[in-house]
């Protein structure tokens, strides 16, 4: 079993960038391919970002495609999520998952990934 803690959420204007960390604990944290999504109120939880277990292939949502940059330094048990030139429809409450199937291989559908943090707040302003 994995615990993933997720920070850095915050408050920002339109333009702005935020950087989300996810701290892992338990299991070798390499073991797992791990993934970013997130949840708009009245909305079901979508995809934002996934990476394999050596950060070699990333795959992201078309909406954030070219502003956020999925990272993981598994030396210190860490994910990350740049979020550059943010946007209002970026708003929501962004977990990090953790998913025991091949680490080798990404996926998009949350039902793949076994662990989640309790997400942290991001919320962008007009």
């Known amino acids: 079993q994995v615990q993933l803690v997720e920070s850095g959420g915050g408050s920002v204007q339109a333009g702005g960038s935020l950087r989300l960390s996810c701290a892992a604990s338990?299991?070798?944290?390499?073991?797992?391919?791990m993934g970013w999504f997130r949840q708009a109120p009245g909305k079901e939880r979508e995809f934002v970002a996934a990476?394999?277990?050596?950060?070699?292939?990333?795959g992201y949502a078309d909406s954030v495609k070219g502003r956020f940059t999925i990272s993981r330094d598994n030396a210190k048990n860490t994910l990350s999520l740049q979020m550059n030139s943010l946007k209002p429809d970026d708003t929501g409450v962004y977990h990090c998952?953790?998913?025991?199937?091949?680490?080798?291989?990404?996926?998009?559908?949350?039902?793949?990934?076994?662990?989640w943090g309790q997400g942290t707040q991001v919320t962008v302003s007009s």
């Open positions: 990476i394999t277990w050596s950060g070699v292939d990333t």
């Open positions: 998952a953790a998913r025991s199937g091949p680490s080798s291989a990404l996926s998009r559908r949350p039902f793949q990934y076994d662990y």
């Open positions: 338990g299991r070798t944290f390499s073991d797992y391919a």
